[in-house]
């Protein structure tokens, strides 16, 4: 059993927070780069950020720099997306997702920004 499974979306108002879960079953998150994907109606998937095996290396959209950051919790097997000073532009389906090696995605969770 090699899955994803997102949590934590929902509606928030602009400026607002939101903290978005994806906890891994089937394998170690530990051992490969996890990623945050994006995707509104009629626009292109976006990359949004990116945390590699290298300790504490991440990476980030220029649309989103500064306002959202990537963890993991191996404990819990699980990382995160915790979402700051919202934006309505940041509405869309956020997967959570292995795209290089293992290629599996999230089933996705909805976030929306009401303006």
């Known amino acids: 059993q090699v899955q994803l499974v997102e949590s934590g979306g929902g509606l928030v108002q602009p400026g607002g927070s939101l903290i978005l879960s994806c906890a891994a079953s089937?394998?170690?998150?530990?051992?490969?780069?996890m990623s945050w994907y994006r995707q509104a109606p009629g626009k292109e998937r976006e990359l949004v950020a990116t945390s590699t095996t290298v300790a504490g290396l991440t990476n980030y959209a220029d649309s989103v720099k500064g306002r959202f950051t990537i963890s993991r919790d191996n404990a819990r097997n699980t990382v995160y997306l915790q979402m700051n000073s919202l934006k309505p532009e940041d509405t869309a389906v956020y997967y959570c997702s292995q795209p290089s090696r293992l290629r599996i995605w999230g089933q996705g969770t909805q976030v929306t920004v009401s303006s």
């Open positions: 089937g394998f170690t998150i530990g051992n490969y780069g």
